[in-house]
């Protein structure tokens, strides 16, 4: 009963240096989409999915990429991370895009020093 | 202005008692409602979606008026377990693929 699997759940980055974040589903969702959580910010939406080879941007995309080979991976790369990338990240599954639940991945910590 | 705003609390309510929070969104447009809980250093779960003719799942009850662009929960017979916070999420007509979330607002359920 995974849901939505998320990795890593912590993660301390330098300055400049790149990583992926890694999101599975295993409940055959065609949408995904990833999100981060800042203080007094809301969840703010990255990027997201409707489908495998399908992605477009969110709200805040600049920094990241992402890619969808297969309808259970949506990873998100961070290119060249930066201190204002030190957030807290999600990615979210759902059946269909803003109407049905969505499901959360646990999150991971992102420091940026 | 925030596309749905709510306010952060917190709000401290002893056990029992029964506590309302509103959100409002700005998008008169707007297609479907939820409300999500969020623990401490934990993901959002969906709570329970939000109807027009009004929903309620045991001790909750959602109401959405359009004319007023607001969302409402109300919890009755607070529990300490009801402690989290609690986010208003709307999605936006033409952006089907978009939900937006408010910043929250934080309950405290105290003996």
């Known amino acids: 009963n995974a849901g939505v699997t998320q990795t890593p759940k912590f993660q301390v980055l330098k300055t400049g240096q790149s990583m992926t974040l890694q999101c599975a589903q295993d409940m055959n969702h065609e949408y995904m989409s990833w999100y981060r959580q800042d203080p007094g910010m809301g969840l703010r939406l990255i990027h997201y999915s409707v489908g495998a080879g399908i992605t477009d941007q969110g709200e805040v995309p600049n920094g990241y990429n992402v890619s969808r080979s297969t309808t259970e991976d949506f990873p998100l790369r961070l290119l060249s991370a930066a201190p204002s990338q030190t957030s807290v990240y999600f990615c979210?599954?759902?059946?269909?895009?803003?109407?049905?639940?969505?499901?959360f991945g646990q999150g991971t910590r992102l420091t940026v020093v | 202005r925030k596309e749905v705003e709510q306010d952060p609390g917190p709000f401290n309510v002893p056990e029992g008692a029964t506590v309302a929070f509103n959100c409002t969104y700005s998008?008169?447009?707007?297609?479907?409602f939820f409300w999500y809980r969020q623990d401490c250093r934990k993901e959002p779960k969906l709570l329970m979606s939000?109807?027009?003719s009004g929903n309620e799942d045991g001790r909750f009850t959602a109401q959405l008026n359009r004319a007023s662009q607001y969302i409402s929960l109300l919890i009755r017979d607070s529990k300490l377990s009801d402690s989290a916070t609690y986010l208003c999420?709307?999605?936006?007509?033409?952006?089907?693929?978009?939900?937006?979330f408010g910043t929250g607002t934080r309950l405290q359920v105290m003996l």
């Open positions: 999420v709307v999605t936006l007509t033409g952006t089907a693929s978009k939900l937006t």
């Open positions: 998008n008169s447009a707007s297609q479907s």
């Open positions: 939000v109807y027009s």
């Open positions: 979210a599954s759902s059946l269909q895009a803003g109407r049905t639940e969505a499901f």
